[in-house]
């Protein structure tokens, strides 16, 4: 089996422009995410997809591999897959391009499902949330899991939602576990593996109603009938977003 570490990268950014190739302790951050990218055991290949010469460049000038896709791809799941479908692999797993302390032993995690007897079509990642605040925030993507550990649904909404009858209410820095059912809420986290087969016909699908609706393209894939897996770990990511974010992370690899 040829599983395929594919990391989407294009140099256009809403809120921070170029942000693949700002410095980071001495490298650019698109360097740090494949060199953890690249440490993950299951992987026997990683790539960045990119729209830009200059990000070509400077994965090149590193010794990574790098190839141009189209700029007119609207997600990272485009770009994916049009490298995908000029390639050979059998799992492909796509890496955001952001998230510069990616835990290599949660590659191996999500991967590992594609490993068993019965491997699923697609898979993904999700860890505990703490906090209430989190379980609130719209930016934090949440998602409730079956007892066999499929995703039922993926929502910005605070799900599930913790009816607390005669409970009082927590504060913000406690755990957010219910105190009866002993659940805890689930951050997903945006790192996703698939056949080679099921991302090339999860691309070429129309967006859906509920992908439009909560702007989460994960739910194109549950609505025509695939079912997800979802590992569970503690690793949460720092995605770089905004330049708050981009100091954040300089100041945690080089305080």
């Not at 896709?69 to 995908?84: C, F, I, K, N």
């Not at 659940?183 to 698939?194: C, E, Q, R, S």
């Not at 979802?230 to 945690?252: A, F």
Request: charged share 25%; hydrophobic share 40%.
């Amino acid at each position: 089996m040829r599983i395929v570490g594919i990391i989407p990268s294009r140099y256009a950014s809403t809120r921070l422009p170029g942000k693949a190739l700002a410095d980071i302790a001495g490298k650019p951050m698109i360097q740090h995410v494949y060199e953890r990218s690249a440490q993950a055991r299951c992987l026997d290949e990683v790539i960045v997809a990119t729209d830009d010469d200059r990000i070509v460049a400077a994965v090149e000038a590193f010794g990574g591999q790098a190839e141009m896709t189209s700029p007119a791809h609207q997600s990272g799941t485009d770009r994916v897959a049009e490298l995908a479908g000029r390639m050979e692999a059998d799992v492909v797993v796509n890496i955001q391009g952001d998230e510069v302390m990616i835990e290599p032993a949660a590659i191996d995690a999500a991967v590992q499902p594609c490993l068993e007897p019965s491997p699923p079509q697609m898979g993904t990642l999700a860890t505990p949330i703490r906090t209430l605040a989190e379980h609130l925030e719209p930016s934090t993507v949440k998602v409730v899991v079956s007892s066999d550990g499929y995703a039922l649904y993926f929502s910005r909404a605070p799900i599930p939602y913790f009816r607390v009858d005669n409970l009082p209410q927590w504060p913000d820095n406690e755990p957010r576990q219910h105190p009866k059912s002993g659940l805890w809420p689930l951050k997903h986290i945006g790192l996703y593996v698939y056949t080679r087969q099921t991302l090339l016909w999860f691309a070429g699908l129309p967006r859906s109603p509920l992908e439009i609706t909560e702007g989460l393209e994960q739910l194109r894939a549950l609505e025509n009938g695939c079912r997800i897996r979802v590992v569970e770990t503690d690793y949460s990511p720092i995605g770089v977003d905004t330049p708050d974010d981009l100091d954040r992370v300089r100041q945690m690899i080089n305080p």
